[in-house]
């Protein structure tokens, strides 16, 4: 709490010192001279702000390092790259499969429902596990496999559904097709040189460290 202080703080500088100056195009002179978010009370700022540095870092960050350990464990799959680069699309999909970042979200039943034979009363709350759907063996075959030719990749699961379906979605997917393409066109090999430290966490599926070489062939 007390770091979650000193970040508002830090953010209500910004903001501030952008609000005496004239709009520019940057995302907290945007934010701050905008009509719906220029006024927040400070724990909505705060919340909006957070969701914007975990949402759009903490998940990007660690599609990127699960795909340094999909292409160590399926060495194959980079030489598919090479030898088609117009699969960075469909391999950023499924890397955000494979890896899913954001392992979960919470919901409310409005209404009594029925999913897959289990009875949801409305007001119980429910766990929607995208990191499980996302190895549905019934939609993904050989699902625990990572494969940048899988046909409905982009079926996954991972960026949630419905109104609150991640809004950064397509900025994530040209990101790590960004990186992808790189890797490719630079001809590169991002090669762990040790095993990688995980984030003890049961929402963010990632990484503390992933420690890598880069080679060039
Ligand atoms: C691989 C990358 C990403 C994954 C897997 C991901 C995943 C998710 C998930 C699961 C949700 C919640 C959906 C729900 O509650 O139904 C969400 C919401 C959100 N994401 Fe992402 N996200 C990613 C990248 C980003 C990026 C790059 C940004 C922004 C720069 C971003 C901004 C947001 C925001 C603002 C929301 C809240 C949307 C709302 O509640 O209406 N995300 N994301």
């Given at each position: 709490?007390?770091?979650?202080?000193?970040?508002?703080?830090?953010?209500?500088?910004?903001?501030?010192?952008?609000?005496?100056?004239?709009?520019?195009d940057d995302l907290l002179s945007r934010m701050v001279h905008s009509e719906a978010m220029g006024?927040?009370?400070?724990?909505?700022?705060?919340?909006?702000?957070?969701?914007?540095?975990?949402a759009g870092n903490d998940t990007t960050r660690n599609s990127i390092s699960g795909l340094v350990e999909a292409l160590h464990l399926y060495p194959e799959e980079l030489e598919k790259l090479r030898a088609d680069p117009t699969l960075s699309t469909n391999a950023s999909q499924e890397i955000i499969?494979?890896?899913?970042p954001v392992t979960h979200m919470r919901r409310t039943a409005t209404a009594d429902v029925e999913v897959g034979g289990q009875l949801i009363r409305q007001g119980e709350k429910i766990v929607?596990?995208?990191?499980?759907?996302n190895r549905d063996e019934s939609v993904f075959p050989n699902a625990e496999r990572f494969d940048v030719t899988r046909e409905n990749a982009r079926r996954h699961i991972a960026f949630g559904h419905g109104i609150h379906r991640c809004v950064g979605a397509r900025l994530a997917e040209v990101q790590i097709a960004a990186v992808i393409d790189?890797?490719?066109?630079?001809?590169?090999?991002?090669?762990?040189?040790?095993?990688?430290?995980?984030?003890?966490?049961?929402f963010l599926h990632g990484?503390?460290?992933m420690p890598v070489r880069l080679e060039q062939d």
């Open positions: 709490m007390k770091q979650l202080g000193e970040m508002l703080q830090r953010f209500d500088r910004e903001l501030e010192a952008r609000r005496v100056l004239p709009p520019s006024q927040l009370p400070p724990l909505e700022r705060l919340a909006n702000i957070a969701l914007l540095i975990v499969r494979w890896q899913s929607m596990w995208y990191i499980s759907g790189e890797i490719v066109s630079r001809r590169l090999r991002v090669v762990p040189v040790g095993a990688p430290e995980r984030l003890a966490s049961p990484f503390n460290a």
